[in-house]
C-alpha cells in the first residue's frame, strides 16, 4: 500500500464534514439573528432560562457552553437591553442569579420564528424521519465529546 491510497480526502472524513456543516449552519444563524441584535450565546443562553428558570451565572454559562469570563460579556449585554436581570444570591452573596425578563422572553420567540423558519430551509432536503436519525446522532456525539 502507497502513501497515495492510505490518504483519505477532505471528503472522506466524517469530522470534516460534521466541522464544514456545522460552520455553514453557524453562519447562517449568526446572520438571521443579526437582524434582531442577537448571537447565538444570547439566543442559547435566554432559551435556557426559558428552560430552567432563573440559574446560577456559572451554572448558566456552563449549560450555554461559555466559560465563564466569557460569559460575562454575554450577560452583560443581555442585561443592558433589558432581556435579563442579575441579582444577589440572598443565602450566598457572590453567587448571582440570572433571571429572564418579558422583554427577554418577548426577543427569544422572535428569535425562535425567524430560527424556525431558518431550520426549516436548511432541513428541507431530509425527510422528517432522517431529521430524527439526525438529531439522534448529533446529540449522542455531543454526549461522548468532552466540553
Do not use: N
Request: glycine residues 6%; aromatic residues 6%.
Amino acid at each position: 500500500m502507497t502513501w497515495e491510497t492510505c490518504v483519505r480526502t477532505l471528503d472522506e472524513r466524517l469530522g470534516y464534514l460534521v466541522v464544514r456543516a456545522g460552520l455553514r449552519v453557524r453562519k447562517r444563524y449568526v446572520a438571521e439573528l443579526a437582524g434582531l441584535e442577537m448571537l447565538p450565546h444570547h439566543h442559547a443562553i435566554l432559551s435556557r432560562l426559558r428552560q430552567h428558570g432563573p440559574t446560577y451565572q456559572a451554572e448558566l454559562a456552563a449549560q450555554a457552553g461559555l466559560a465563564p469570563a466569557e460569559a460575562v460579556g454575554y450577560f452583560d449585554s443581555l442585561r443592558h437591553v433589558g432581556y435579563v436581570v442579575r441579582d444577589r444570591d440572598p443565602v450566598d452573596r457572590r453567587k448571582w442569579i440570572v433571571i429572564l425578563t418579558q422583554a427577554g422572553a418577548d426577543a427569544l420567540a422572535e428569535a425562535d420564528q425567524v430560527l424556525d423558519a431558518l431550520e426549516a430551509g436548511i432541513f428541507a432536503c431530509l425527510t422528517e424521519a432522517e431529521k430524527g436519525v439526525l438529531a439522534t446522532l448529533v446529540v449522542r456525539l455531543a454526549q461522548t465529546l468532552p466540553a
